[in-house]
């Protein structure tokens, strides 16, 4: 707004800014590297805190003059705790993985150049997807299940599984080398336990099963589990396990198949799993455990376009691109390899009006984005698969516990959680095995309202989520068990 004339470089995702280039200085958010807040890290990492201010003193602008000093204090401590922060998250890793956390602008990407650089071995053939692929591949790509079974809970336990993601990765091969679509008619005998890939298809689930084992996405995008005729695109391996749980496949569409399969994150997890549980510092234990579940997602990165204007005679003509992303996959020096969308190459290469020197241009840019460039940019097989697996997981445990105990009930559960009414067996429980369970809480009451609105009470105190409300929007609310009672007891949704 004040700089406009000035060049500058925003990039720009899913309407989050993640770094600015103005002259010499580069803006970046801190919260992409260690994602949580000042105040904890503060006291996590050097038992120190952040001021405290009100900031409902301020009401006016003269408020600002009157507040002043306290004001100074409170960002200059800020300032210096996250001086500190920073520097020593450089200095780690600089010494443990020799990477610049400046030229990585989030955790993600912090992860992959790890994997990459020590990691990824080259028989492995990830294969890089297009924008058609990507998309077919995308609808199965879906989060973490969560849904609420029994509303209101007396007495129980709440569990979380260690390091989920890091589990999965762990114990699964994934797809390798070129996938092969396959269509499939009346003429083609299908039998899913032969292929390994993504299947576009209709389900059945029954009712007969009380936690349906698939999720998909609604118009709105949001995960759902449903009973009933369902079509959408799974992991063959996810539609496996829901066909041994009770689902039926009725009509195979089309499989993305893939031949080739294997261990391609074993070592990765294996060797920062065992540096994480030796660290006897909650720093290191921190940037492990980031670094675990922050890799698999960074294969799933959309491809952006983007608009590129050639100017000529005072006339635009605009082109889009496909972003290819760098060698720490699109982090370090933002999106500097374009792809030039085909079709409209094609399109202004027979406009008559473009001079021959934009024409050149354009041809130059057109072979250049044809040239073969050995660097991931847009893997979405791979996320999709983990997040796969970790559903199946979480289903398999549940129906564990459903059909070896009658008198077990699940109230609660979010992609890596469960509340129960009873203790879960004992050879699922140890907190320093990856996939097994931990226990969480005890817990002396609980409301489950919906998808990640409920609150506990663990005998200590009441601690409750509200998705979508800031901490300081929520505890200025002040609920507690009885309001979330009566909120029910009306029938009064809470949105």
Not at 26 to 41: A, C, P, Y
Not at 71 to 90: A, G, P, Q, R, T
Not at 304 to 320: A, R, S, T, V
Not at 398 to 408: K, P, R
Request: charged content about 30%; hydrophobic content about 35%.
């Amino acid at each position: 707004k004040f700089f406009t004339e000035e060049k500058k470089n925003v990039l720009i995702r899913n309407n989050l800014i993640y770094r600015i280039n103005y002259k010499n200085l580069i803006f970046l958010d801190s919260l992409n590297i260690i994602n949580e807040s000042l105040g904890k890290i503060a006291n996590k990492f050097f038992n120190d805190k952040k001021d405290d201010f009100d900031i409902t003193k301020i009401k006016r602008i003269s408020d600002i003059n009157r507040y002043y000093k306290d004001i100074k204090f409170y960002l200059i401590k800020d300032i210096e705790l996250l001086y500190k922060i920073i520097n020593l998250l450089k200095e780690r890793f600089e010494k443990t993985f020799s990477i610049n956390i400046t030229e990585n602008i989030t955790i993600s990407s912090i992860a992959f150049s790890i994997y990459r650089m020590k990691y990824l071995k080259d028989d492995y053939e990830i294969e890089e997807n297009n924008e058609y692929r990507d998309a077919f591949l995308r609808k199965s790509y879906a989060g973490g299940l969560c849904c609420v079974i029994e509303t209101v809970m007396d007495k129980g336990y709440s569990y979380d599984v260690n390091s989920l993601y890091p589990y999965v990765m762990h114990e699964n091969k994934y797809p390798l080398g070129e996938g092969v679509y396959i269509n499939f008619n009346k003429n083609i005998k299908f039998d899913i336990n032969k292929h390994f890939g993504f299947l576009d298809c209709i389900m059945y689930i029954p009712k007969k099963l009380s936690i349906p084992p698939l999720a998909f996405k609604n118009s709105n995008g949001i995960l759902i589990q449903a009973h009933g005729y369902i079509r959408n695109t799974w992991f063959t391996e996810e539609i496996k396990n829901a066909i041994n749980l009770g689902c039926v496949l009725v009509k195979a569409i089309k499989l993305l198949n893939y031949e080739k399969s294997d261990y391609i994150f074993k070592e990765f997890v294996e060797d920062l799993y065992s540096k994480r549980v030796s660290s006897t510092n909650e720093i290191d234990k921190t940037l492990y455990k980031n670094i675990l579940n922050s890799l698999y997602g960074r294969f799933g990165i959309k491809k952006e376009k983007k608009i590129l204007k050639w100017k000529n005679d005072n006339k635009n003509y605009i082109y889009e691109y496909f972003s290819k992303l760098t060698r720490h996959f699109g982090e370090n020096d933002g999106i500097s390899e374009y792809q030039l969308d085909e079709s409209i190459y094609s399109h202004y290469k027979g406009v008559d009006d473009i001079s021959d020197e934009l024409r050149s241009d354009i041809d130059k840019e057109y072979m250049s984005s044809k040239m073969k460039i050995n660097r991931l940019t847009n893997s979405t097989q791979i996320a999709s698969a983990v997040s796969a697996y970790a559903r199946m997981k979480l289903m398999n445990d549940i129906y564990y516990l459903l059909n070896s105990n009658n008198d077990i009930k699940i109230y609660y559960y979010d992609t890596d959680s469960i509340f129960t009414n009873t203790e879960i067996p004992k050879h699922m429980i140890d907190s320093t095995i990856l996939g097994k369970y931990k226990l969480v809480d005890n817990i002396k009451r609980g409301i489950f309202v919906s998808p990640k609105i409920y609150i506990i009470d663990n005998y200590k105190k009441e601690n409750y989520k509200f998705k979508g409300l800031d901490k300081k929007t929520r505890d200025s609310l002040n609920y507690n068990y009885n309001s979330f009672y009566n909120f029910l007891k009306r029938g009064v949704s809470i949105n």
